[in-house]
Each structure stands twice: as structure tokens, then as C-alpha cells.
């Protein structure tokens, strides 16, 4: 067998099994919580009878073991089930929250990954000079912010003020692409400040490591300019580094974003997790958690296995 | 003033000319742009409603989990959403008493036992059918069954028998109660076709607009109901959009994306009223903030220690430090101005000696516990903290312990001897009473039981005599402000803003956003 297949049929079963452990761990969680959903849903005006009422309608009489049975037989199903707060279908209604979020996390990496990477490779290129430690100075700074802070000061400015952008990111079916690139304009603008040290300090480092090689000086002799050394000796070399903090920035794009989805009232997957999580409702915590997950495994796992095929000693392993 | 500057007015406030522009041409003739704001808001006003556009407001309140059935309704975003395609029979009415809605008239038995609520005919819900008196008995029958889980089922509870005669729909109670008609204004008691039986999310009313697109937590779409029966409702099209982050509700007022807001935070209403365009409302209402203790348990059960708390509450730097003074201070009774049949009571104030006395006299010498949380009421933290203060100069010694937000209603609040809590109050002084300070209440949050409270309070109900009413509760009121287990320091203001863009506000419509009905009241200015 191709032991880049065997490699990639070992990490899926792994992540598979992972997942099932998550699931478990998220259930468990949200058991352990004080209060129940039918105490979440009535508030403090619940009378002893429509607790009870509600909690019999919902079955939260029996027993947890039972309720994590029956949730992870409909799962094997492809059935997540309906949420206990407005039994609504979560398949339907979490479709397009992930759409959502994805949405936004496209547009973000789109914008932040080509441009971290540019501007790494310009910070090599004038190394210890002004535009060096003027774009290290710059985004350490965006990365150290919070990151509502730089909305809020996005949004204040930019929305405000200056009227370019809208400080409401909720975007919906009625709108055209246009439209809706418009209205995540400073959302996005955030999540690619917040994103864009990390992947240009590694791209920094990865180069510099990679620059100080017998075969860099051979090309320099050669008497290629600067630039192309950059790019056809040196990044080749430092792909997997790169790619590895990619990897872990985009996961931090699609599962992390629920606070600039908070301050920008973006209809993404992470705000509404936060709210069945404060209401207790299990099947849908656990729909969402298991997409997260899958989502963190998932890129995780393209990110080993990239750096592991640019790799030619970890292709050909003796 | 000359004809021209009143002609671009009129035609500013009419929609004919935008805004902006007549501010440049009133500048043009010489006007200054304040006097022109000044000139173009009355002149709005003169003009009356305007028909068309789209009202945006910015709600907070709301979550993805939210289920559209009235019976289930529990924040404010939930309240509006079924305001605006549902109605109840009866309702309160801006600046006092009761506004006829699905009900054309009620009238009731000497004894305010049996009442009689005539229905309004020739009206129709969403769907086509007409209403019917059965419609309003399927929709309580949903609300007071033995299996419902309404948050109305408290106030239904007192039902003996209903039924429908023709469009008559007839109540009768198992103890009269002059009140009822109020207690039907509640917001989860909106009439469906068949009670909502066959689908209670379905969001089929009567109401002035119809529910167009739905999605929890995030927006909600409206278009006027052209076949409502009196008309109701100016713009076409209303849209509201869930803003829970309070910086970002703010934002979106003062960049013009929507054209109203709720809950405008205390903090930072000062600063939102002096931005240009925008309007900042506040109005007193019956919600307030308590320190609640079981007057039932050691040491709360010694009345010198429950006065030596009272005395020792500085209530007026809690109404400047917590609410930013968007409030009133309260007398350890949970009435206010709001409530119909108020009576005034003497004010206790803030007397550390009084509270010195007392706490020497009741023996005891250890601290006191008091259990808090962030989301008992906003800044609760803050206030327990300004409270041992103030009890500190007292020499009564307070000890404060935080409380996770997660669980605390169900954990803390009723169960614990003392905490911090709120209420928002109930449209009549029976209701507060029968809800939380009634010796059988469900909610007796306080342990207060008395024999001779209890009993006016059950005689008040079937006097239908208003002078004898309001002696009785003010009676009440002075038990309860001596003897009861409340500390409540003060009320909380509702406040709210709109810009501009839409006009209408009427301030002395009740509770927030003028009772919610706020986007169905008021109209886009263009």
C-alpha cells in the first residue's frame, strides 16, 4: 500500500475516534452544569408545574446514559435531532450558521494568508531594516490588542465616523454577494489583524532558518537577486512550518470567532453555540461541538500530512 | 420666520425633501442648524404619521434559541416579535387604563366573578379565518391546561370555568377579581386560530403586521398587514435585528443602521443623548432591584436586624452610582407611581444610627451573609459592595459572596436566606402581591407570611369600590415596608433611543419601547 494513503487512513480512523471521545466529553460537560434546559427555558418565572410539564415533554426524566444512546444512534443516522429550546431542526438551522461562518472565514483567510506570507517574505528581504521591524512592530501589536477592542475602534472610526463600512455584520439570504462582502468588510478587516502575526512571524522565522543554508549562499554566488533566492530556494524549503501555522490560524478563523461574531452581531456558528450552551440545550451543543472538532481535527490532520509530502525524507522513510 | 423656511419644512417632514438638504437650504436662508433640527422636529410632528418605508430596530434580549410560541415568549425580543402579528383582548393604554383590542367590551358580575368579554367581529387572523369566540377560548384553554407549560399559567390559575356564547367569551373565577381585565393584557395571552393547538410557532394572529422571514437570535422581517382592523401600523415594512453586545446596539443607532434601540446602557445614555439626531428616552417603570431575605430563617427572623439592613441602605447613592440616576429610590415595598390605586408611604432613608440601634438591640454580633451575582440585576455586584459601605459606618458587619451566574435562579435566589434579585414588575399591585408576598405564593422569595396582608389582599381583590381598594393596599403596602423580608433601594428606568429617521414617541406609553409596540406606533420621517 502507497504509505501516503496508509498515513492518511491511520490519521482519519484516529480522528474519527477523537471525535467520539469529544462527544463524550461535551456531554458529560453540559450534564455537570447547575441547571437544566426546562429551568433555563422558564427563567425565573417558572412555576413548579411547567417545569415539570416541560421537562416530561422534553424527556429529560430519563436517565443521561439513555439520552446519549439515543442522540448517537440518530447521529450514526445522520439525524442530529431537533433542539429542546425551539424545536427547530438543528441540521437546518446549523446549515446555515456553518455557512455562515464559513463565509466569513474564507473571505478572512483569503485576505490575511496571501498577505501574511507576502509580507514575511518582505521582512526577510529587508532584514533588520526599516520594513522589517516596521511590519513586525505593526502587526505584534494588532495581535496584542484584544481583539473586541479592535472592533469596537474599528467600528467606531470606520463605521461611525467615517460611514465607509456598517458596524452590523448581520448578513441574510436578500443580499447579493457585493451586499454581503460589504456589510463583513470590518469584521473581516479584524479577524485578518488579529490573524496576521502569527503566520508572518513563522514565515519570517521558517525563511531565515532556511536562508542560512550551504545551498542559499551557492544561489547568491549565482548571482540571483535577492527576491527570487526567496522564493524558489528558500520557501520551497520552509513550506511545512508555514503551512502547519496556516493550518492552525484558519481553525482559529472558523472556531474562534465568537466574539468578533458578538461585537459585529455576525449570524455565525459561534454565537449560537454560546446561547444553547447557556440554555442547556445538549443535542444542539453537541452538534456544534462535534463540527468545531471536526473542523480542528480536520485542518490539523491536512496540516501534518502537507508537511509530511514536502518533506522528501519523511516521503521516502527508509 | 418666512413662508419658504415653513414650506421646505412641511416638505422635509413629509418625506419630499431629504433631510440633509433642508438643513443646507435653511442654512442657505440663514437659519442656524440647531434651530433648523429644532423647526424640522415640529414640523414632523404638525405633518402627522407618514405611510411606507421600513422601521429597523436594534433589540437585545434575544438568542438563537428562541421559539416563536407566545407561551414560551420570556425576553424582550420575543415580546415585540409576537406583538407585531399577534394582540391580546384587552391592553394598557399609553398613559393609563385599558384600550380595547380583540375585545370590543367587558363587563362583569356585581360580585367580579363571572366576566363577559364581547369579541370584536369582522376580524380576521393572517391566514384567512375569521375570529371566533372559540379561537379565544382554545387560546387560554393553551395557557391554563394541566399540561401547559405557558409562563402565564400563574395568572390562570384562579379560572374555574370558561366558555363561548356567540362572539361572548365568559370567564368565571373560583374568587372574584376585580383585576382580571389587566391580567389579560399579558404578553404570552395573545389570541391564535384554535388557541395555536394546531401549530403554537406558527406566528398566525390578528396583529398589524405578518412574520415574512424568521431566523432565532439574529432577524426577524414584517410586512404591514393590509386587512388589520383599524389600520394599525405606518411603515411597510419592519425589521428587527438582534444586537445583544451593548457597544455594537450603540453603534448601529449612531450610524444610522437602525432606527431604534432598547436597553440603552445607564452607563453610557448621557453621552448617547448628546450625538446629534439621536433622541434618549427614559421612563419610569414597576421593575426593581432587591436584597431579598427569609424572614422565616436566623437571623433574618429578628425584626431588629431586618431594620438595622433597611436603615443601613444608603438608597439614593444607589440610584446615582448604579443607575446612573436613570431611576427612582424605593421604600422596601415592591408598588410604585406605576402601579393604579399607589398610595405614598413615608420614606425610610439612610440612618446609620437607627441601623447602630437596631443591630445592638436584636444580640447579634456575626456577619451578615449576603449571596450575589452578576445577572441578579446589572452592577448587583457593585451595589452589594456600595451596601456594606454604608452598613460598615453602621457597625453592622456584611459579608458578600459572589455567585456564579450559571445556576443562580435556580440555586441561589429562593433557596438562599439573602441575595441580590430583581422584578420587573406586573401591570397591578394584586399581581406583584399575589405573585411573591402572598404566604402560599410559589415565588414568596421573601418567607413573608401574614395573616392580616393575606387577608386585605384577597378582600382587595373583590372591592370594587376604588377608594376602599386604595386604602387596602396602602394599608398592605405600610405591613410589608415594616415587616417584610424586601430591602428594595430602587427602580430601574426603562431606556431607550431612536434617531431621526423615524418620529412618533410616545412618552407616556408604558414599560420599554413604549410597551414594544414602539415599530407598529411610530413612522419613518424619509
Known amino acids: ?318 | 420666520m418666512n413662508d419658504e423656511l415653513k414650506y421646505l419644512s412641511l416638505r422635509a417632514a413629509t418625506g419630499r425633501l431629504s433631510r440633509r438638504s433642508f438643513l443646507g437650504r435653511a442654512g442657505a436662508l440663514g437659519l442656524s442648524a440647531v434651530a433648523a433640527n429644532t423647526m424640522l422636529a415640529g414640523a414632523v410632528k404638525a405633518a402627522g404619521p407618514q405611510k411606507g418605508g421600513t422601521i429597523k430596530v436594534g433589540i437585545s434580549g434575544g438568542g438563537s434559541s428562541d421559539s416563536l410560541d407566545p407561551a414560551l415568549s420570556a425576553n424582550q425580543t420575543q415580546g415585540m416579535v409576537s406583538r407585531m402579528w399577534g394582540e391580546p383582548l384587552v391592553e394598557l393604554k399609553a398613559g393609563g387604563g385599558l384600550e380595547m383590542r380583540l375585545a370590543e367590551e367587558f363587563s362583569s358580575s356585581p360580585d367580579a366573578r363571572v366576566w363577559t368579554f364581547k369579541i370584536r367581529s369582522g376580524v380576521s387572523f393572517s391566514n384567512g379565518k375569521p375570529l371566533t369566540a372559540e379561537d379565544v377560548m382554545a387560546t387560554m384553554e393553551r395557557h391554563s391546561g394541566e399540561d401547559t407549560k405557558s409562563g402565564a399559567l400563574g395568572i390562570m390559575r384562579g379560572i374555574k370555568a370558561m366558555r363561548a356564547e356567540g362572539m361572548d367569551f365568559v370567564i368565571e373565577l373560583e374568587t372574584a377579581n376585580a383585576d382580571l381585565p389587566y391580567l389579560l393584557t399579558d404578553y404570552h395571552l395573545l389570541i391564535q386560530p384554535n388557541g395555536g393547538n394546531d401549530d403554537p410557532t406558527a406566528a398566525i394572529g390578528t396583529g398589524p403586521y405578518v412574520l415574512k422571514s424568521v431566523e432565532p437570535g439574529v432577524r426577524f422581517v414584517f410586512e404591514h398587514n393590509a386587512n388589520h382592523w383599524n389600520g394599525e401600523g405606518h411603515a411597510s415594512t419592519v425589521e428587527l435585528t438582534v444586537i445583544n453586545d451593548d457597544t455594537a446596539r450603540m453603534a448601529a443607532l449612531q450610524s444610522g443602521q437602525v432606527h431604534m434601540v432598547n436597553r440603552v446602557p445607564p452607563r453610557t445614555a448621557g453621552l448617547v443623548s448628546r450625538v446629534p439626531g439621536v433622541n434618549v428616552h427614559s421612563k419610569s417603570g414597576p421593575g426593581h432591584y432587591v436584597f431579598i431575605a427569609h424572614v422565616d430563617t436566623d437571623p433574618f427572623s429578628n425584626q431588629d436586624v431586618m431594620l438595622a439592613l433597611k436603615y443601613g441602605m444608603n438608597r439614593q447613592e444607589m440610584v446615582d452610582k448604579i443607575l446612573f440616576g436613570y431611576g427612582t429610590v424605593g421604600n422596601d415595598i415592591p408598588i410604585n407611581a406605576s402601579y393604579p390605586l399607589f398610595t405614598d408611604l413615608p420614606q425610610r432613608e439612610y440612618d446609620p444610627e437607627k441601623a447602630a440601634h437596631h443591630w445592638k438591640k436584636s444580640g447579634h454580633d456575626q456577619p451578615v451573609l449576603l449571596r450575589t451575582s452578576d445577572n441578579s440585576f446589572p452592577g448587583a455586584p457593585d451595589a452589594a459592595a456600595l451596601f456594606q459601605q454604608s452598613l460598615s459606618q453602621a457597625g453592622v458587619p456584611l459579608e458578600i459572596k459572589r455567585e456564579p451566574n450559571d445556576g443562580y435562579w435556580s440555586e441561589v435566589w429562593n433557596k438562599q436566606p439573602f441575595c441580590t434579585s430583581y422584578w420587573s414588575g406586573r401591570p397591578v399591585q394584586d399581581q406583584m402581591y399575589s405573585t411573591a408576598y402572598l404566604s402560599s405564593a410559589d415565588w414568596n422569595d421573601t418567607r413573608f407570611k401574614n395573616e392580616q396582608f393575606d387577608q386585605l389582599l384577597v378582600a382587595a381583590r373583590a372591592e370594587l369600590d376604588e377608594g376602599k381598594r386604595k386604602q387596602m393596599y396602602a394599608d398592605m403596602g405600610m405591613i410589608l415596608h415594616n415587616e417584610g423580608g424586601l430591602i428594595c433601594p430602587m427602580f430601574n428606568d426603562f431606556v431607550d433611543a431612536h434617531n431621526d429617521g423615524v418620529a412618533g414617541w410616545d412618552a407616556s406609553a408604558g414599560f420599554s419601547m413604549m410597551n414594544l409596540y414602539a415599530p407598529v406606533k411610530m413612522w419613518v420621517t424619509g
Open chain 1, 1 to 318: 500500500m502507497n504509505p501516503a494513503l496508509k498515513l492518511v487512513a491511520q490519521r482519519l480512523a484516529l480522528g474519527i475516534l477523537l471525535l467520539f471521545l469529544v462527544s463524550i466529553l461535551i456531554f458529560v460537560g453540559t450534564i455537570i452544569l447547575p441547571g437544566d434546559v426546562a429551568q433555563s427555558i422558564l427563567g425565573q418565572s417558572a412555576t413548579p408545574e411547567a417545569l415539570a410539564n416541560l421537562r416530561e415533554e422534553l424527556g429529560l426524566n430519563e436517565p443521561a446514559l439513555q439520552r446519549y444512546l439515543n442522540w448517537l444512534g440518530g447521529l450514526l443516522q445522520g439525524d442530529l435531532g431537533t433542539a429542546l429550546t425551539n424545536g427547530q431542526d438543528i441540521a437546518a438551522s446549523l446549515g446555515g450558521r456553518l455557512k455562515n461562518t464559513l463565509f466569513l472565514a474564507f473571505w478572512a483567510a483569503i485576505v490575511s494568508v496571501p498577505l501574511a506570507i507576502f509580507l514575511g517574505l518582505l521582512a526577510v528581504r529587508y532584514r533588520e531594516r526599516w520594513p522589517d521591524k516596521l511590519i513586525s512592530a505593526v502587526t505584534l501589536a494588532s495581535i496584542s490588542i484584544p481583539e473586541f477592542l479592535i472592533g469596537y475602534v474599528l467600528m467606531y472610526f470606520i463605521g461611525v465616523k467615517l460611514g465607509w463600512a456598517p458596524t452590523v455584520a448581520t448578513i441574510h439570504d436578500g443580499m447579493s454577494l457585493g451586499q454581503k462582502l460589504n456589510t463583513i468588510a470590518l469584521p473581516v478587516s479584524v479577524l485578518t489583524l488579529v490573524v496576521l502575526a502569527h503566520m508572518m512571524r513563522m514565515t519570517r522565522a521558517a525563511i531565515l532558518n532556511v536562508m542560512q543554508s550551504a545551498y542559499i549562499e551557492t544561489a547568491e554566488l549565482k548571482g540571483l537577486s535577492m527576491f527570487l533566492i526567496i522564493w524558489k530556494h528558500a520557501f520551497p524549503n520552509s513550506i511545512a512550518p508555514i503551512v502547519n501555522v496556516v493550518m492552525l490560524n484558519l481553525a482559529y478563523l472558523v472556531v474562534g470567532v465568537v466574539v468578533i461574531e458578538v461585537v459585529f452581531t455576525y449570524p455565525g456558528m459561534g454565537q449560537y453555540l454560546v446561547d444553547h450552551v447557556s440554555k442547556r440545550d445538549i443535542p444542539v451543543v453537541q452538534a456544534c461541538g462535534l463540527i468545531f472538532a471536526a473542523v480542528y481535527i480536520g485542518l490539523n490532520m491536512v496540516a501534518d500530512i502537507v508537511s509530511i509530502l514536502a518533506n522528501p525524507r519523511l516521503r521516502h522513510p527508509k
